[in-house]
């Protein structure tokens, strides 16, 4: 089982849908959650983190956290086809000295 | 404020060759990681450094990678000699020090190694 999973995608919404990608992890005491936006050939951007159950809106953007299913999802609202490019979820742990474990991530396309 | 900075952002070198890539944190971050993405592969971790001294240098694949943070301010990663299999994108991230380590990127160097 790998330590953090992302469905690969391609994920491929209409324009002003809504984007939902999920995340499922490990390990039990990880503490941070992140989703990094990477377009390609570029670096991964932090766009959203959160620490404690429940949700977080961030603009169009909103990131839920459940630590007992182990499982965060990212919400995109109104998607614009700027949002297309891969998402990366990253958790880190406290395990092995707060290290940052990263998801393969989701392909995400915006039609126009 | 200046970003996290890398150089170069291109290197292509033989098999058997030396190459040395540079970080610049973002200023008054004490936490220093270095990533690396094989093509199809997830970013993996290869070492935290915070300020100079390694914290945690678990992800580092082999004896021939070396990580340095003198002064605790930019950090290098040589790899020497470099095989064909160390190809890929490095990543290098900072952060402050605190309890979310909100980990900020850097624009990659690609390694190509021939």
């Known amino acids: 089982q790998k330590e953090v999973e992302q469905n690969s995608g391609p994920l491929s919404v209409p324009e002003g849908a809504i984007a939902s990608l999920n995340c499922t992890y490990s390990d039990r005491v990880s503490q941070s959650f992140f989703w990094y936006r990477q377009y390609s050939g570029k670096s991964p951007e932090l766009i959203m983190s959160i620490y404690s159950n429940g949700d977080k809106e961030d603009g169009r953007f909103t990131a839920q956290l459940n630590k007992a299913s182990q499982y965060v999802s990212l919400l995109i609202r109104d998607s614009q086809p700027s949002d297309s490019a891969t998402y990366l979820c990253?958790?880190?742990?406290?395990?092995?000295?707060?290290?940052?474990?990263f998801g393969a991530g989701t392909r995400l396309f915006v039609k126009a | 404020e200046a970003g996290v900075t890398q150089f170069p952002s291109h290197s292509v070198i033989e098999k058997g060759q030396t190459v040395t890539l540079r970080c610049d944190p973002i200023?008054?971050?004490?936490?220093l990681y270095w990533y690396r993405r094989v093509m199809g592969k997830e970013i993996k971790f290869l070492l935290h450094?915070?300020?100079?001294?390694?914290?945690?240098e678990s992800g580092m694949p082999n004896n021939r990678f070396l990580a340095e943070r003198t002064g605790g301010t930019y950090s290098t990663l040589k790899v020497q000699p470099a095989e064909l299999e160390d190809s890929g994108v490095y990543f290098c991230a900072s952060s402050v020090t605190g309890t979310y380590n909100e980990q900020f990127f850097g624009p990659g160097t690609r390694l190509t190694v021939l």
């Open positions: 990253a958790v880190t742990t406290p395990t092995g000295g707060f290290k940052t474990i």
């Open positions: 450094f915070v300020k100079e001294s390694k914290q945690d």
């Open positions: 200023s008054g971050h004490d936490n």
